[in-house]
């Protein structure tokens, strides 16, 4: 049996998605935050159950085709703040460049850098006294406590100058005695000639790349151990694959969202969606995006956290509120997040020795789930855990009894997601808003409310949707580099050099010559602003740019794996759906309630039924409030209308 394998890691919950031939099955298994690659081969193992009716990971990695990563690691760690300490090194002439990059976003400024900057002097790099200057700055750094460097210079012959640094600090510094201390040189990772967007995207790289490449490299080694037919490949934020080796860590930011949006943009084409917003709800962070007339909103030079950088990224904030996010009162006020208490310790209800309050233990307590049955019935939740977490943490601090906190804190939530939207997305009569994640359809219908939106789409591989979503994207390697002249020569010259490269790293993916697309263009820094320029084979240089004050070739080789989709789903109502149980829920404004319980597995194309109800499935969960109804599509997905 041919098949595939997406696992998308998030901060509490890693996603195993199965494709093959006969659909789709889906698990989950908790992220283990201090092995990554434990959660990794935990989700491995479940899959092969899933397939096979017992485990036989041997077997699974023998017969399977592709197994895609992505994970919001990235995502978790810069809105946590939890990386190591980066020193800065700048040229004397960029002084100015401090106050520019903390302008960006001062508190993650102070976070990843701080008071770590020092500078050189790039005019003294060819004289006597450079190896000194040099030694003396990364003695400086490494003194304030920073664990990473980089290194990033401005204005005319920054790669030169970055060059030199370089080979001095190898010459000064062996890798036997500054390995502990890793550099990265800006240069090495883009030519970039605006400053802020090269710095930052270094900085943000090197925040990045240590959990990164610690569980990567270890999971491939692992992999290999099994004589998997081809390398594990990587998601990027920018919609394409590749493998390990090839993936720089900026890109791996949001990629685990991305993958959410490649199936929002699917999703919106079959059912005929013009605009829709996404709410991504994992177990740290809320994603949220938009997809207009059947595209993403991407852009050139993408933003993490606001901050601009130097890669095209798709439009994806992260929001520090989801399942797992610590809930606290400060001078009265709920606040939810960005600190997360992610699966271990987890949730208080978890019973694994957490004790902060979070929208998982306020939605057992408010009657939402069945504790026997959470998670595929994989773990039993403790009611009195959480009741003790919330009493100690929201009601006794706001002077109220539990279950007011209890509405109070479902409110909160709510709200906060609701606020993000509209500070993020522009919603509209006919906005549709598609909620996935583990605990995303939990409270979709009271954030649509709150935002002004009358219809949520929930799918119905929601729990694990962003996994779901990159099982069609492709493979690709992407390369840039500054024109050392603008004419034909020069443009011929770097051209031939990036296909030879492209080709190399194309066949160590496993695709030979003739089987991948190349696409090329130059990237220009005009008067105008900067302007693109698609490049073909055989092209002369633009005269258009000849007075362009910087100029970059980039370069795309793609190997096409997507499969496109024309077709339509339905959505009918047929006949009234029939309960499967009932639950004691507490209702705002009425109180406990038994409310009925309808599950998504039981029930056929075209069943509705209206709120206040509970919609259950094995790994997700959602409230339909009353106002609200809901029906099942031709393809198994849940569409809710808000009434009236």
Not at 126 to 132: K, T
Not at 320 to 337: E, Y
């Amino acid at each position: 049996m041919a098949f595939q394998i997406n696992i998308d890691n998030g901060g509490t919950l890693t996603d195993v998605c199965i494709m093959s031939d006969d659909g789709v099955q889906k698990t989950k298994v908790l992220t283990t935050p201090y092995d990554l690659s434990k959660c990794f081969f935990e989700g491995l193992t479940k899959a092969s159950e899933v397939v096979y009716g017992a485990a036989d990971v041997k077997r699974l990695l023998e017969e399977v085709d592709l197994i895609r990563y992505s994970t919001t690691q990235g995502t978790n760690a810069i809105c946590e703040r939890k990386g190591p300490k980066l020193g800065l090194v700048l040229d004397t002439g960029s002084k100015a460049l401090v106050a520019a990059l903390r302008s960006h976003d001062p508190e993650v400024y102070d976070a990843l850098i701080g008071d770590r900057v020092a500078f050189v002097d790039m005019a003294t790099l060819d004289g006597d006294d450079a190896e000194v200057d040099v030694v003396k700055v990364i003695n400086q750094l490494t003194a304030m406590g920073a664990n990473r460097l980089v290194v990033c210079f401005g204005g005319d012959g920054f790669e030169a100058a970055e060059e030199r640094v370089k080979k001095i600090a190898l010459r000064k510094y062996p890798r036997h005695l500054l390995g502990a201390v890793p550099v990265l040189y800006a240069s090495d990772l883009t030519t970039d000639v605006n400053p802020d967007r090269r710095a930052w995207s270094a900085v943000i790289n090197s925040f990045l790349h240590p959990s990164m490449e610690a569980f990567l490299y270890n999971a491939e080694n692992r992999l290999r151990a099994y004589r998997t037919k081809n390398p594990l490949l990587i998601f990027r934020n920018d919609g394409d694959a590749s493998r390990v080796a090839k993936t720089v860590a900026i890109k791996t930011y949001s990629s685990g969202p991305r993958g959410g949006m490649e199936g929002v943009k699917t999703f919106a084409g079959l059912y005929g969606f013009r605009d829709t917003v996404s709410i991504d709800v994992g177990g740290t962070t809320t994603d949220i995006g938009q997809c207009t007339e059947g595209a993403l909103a991407e852009i050139r030079r993408g933003h993490v956290e606001g901050i601009s950088v130097s890669f095209p990224l798709c439009e994806i904030i992260s929001a520090g509120a989801g399942g797992s996010s610590i809930f606290r009162v400060k001078d009265g006020k709920i606040t939810i997040g960005p600190e997360s208490v992610g699966a271990l310790p987890g949730p208080a209800c978890f019973g694994r020795g957490g004790k902060e309050a979070t929208i998982t233990d306020a939605s057992l307590l408010l009657g939402l789930f069945d504790p026997q049955s959470y998670f595929g019935g994989g773990m039993g939740l403790d009611l009195a855990r959480a009741e003790a977490a919330i009493m100690a943490n929201v009601a006794e601090p706001l002077g109220i009894d539990l279950d007011t906190a209890l509405i109070a804190m479902s409110d909160a939530f709510e709200a906060k997601i609701a606020e993000e939207l509209h500070r993020f997305t522009k919603i509209a009569p006919d906005t549709v808003m598609m909620a996935f994640g583990g605990a995303g359809p939990l409270n979709a219908c009271g954030v649509a409310e709150k935002a002004g939106i009358s219809r949520v789409a929930v799918p119905a591989m929601a729990a694990v949707f962003s996994a779901y979503g990159i099982g069609a994207c492709d493979v690709s390697q992407r390369y840039a580099v500054s024109l050392t002249g603008a004419d034909t020569a020069s443009l011929n010259d770097a051209l031939a050099a990036l296909k030879i490269k492209a080709s190399r790293d194309m066949f160590a993916e496993g695709f030979g010559p003739g089987t991948y697309t190349i696409v090329a263009q130059l990237v220009a820094q005009t008067d105008d602003g900067e302007v693109t320029y698609p490049i073909t084979d055989g092209a002369t240089f633009p005269q258009a740019l000849a007075t362009a004050s910087a100029i970059e070739l980039e370069l795309s080789a793609i190997k096409s794996l997507r499969q496109s989709d024309t077709g339509h789903i339905a959505v009918t109502r047929k006949a009234e759906a029939k309960a499967a149980d009932t639950r004691n829920v507490l209702v705002p404004g009425q109180g406990r309630a038994d409310l009925p319980v309808y599950r998504l597995g039981s029930m056929a194309k075209g069943d509705f039924a209206s709120g206040p109800a509970i919609l259950e499935e094995d790994y997700f969960t959602a409230r339909v409030p009353a106002g609200w109804s809901f029906v099942v599509s031709d393809a198994g997905d849940v569409i809710l209308d808000r009434e009236g």
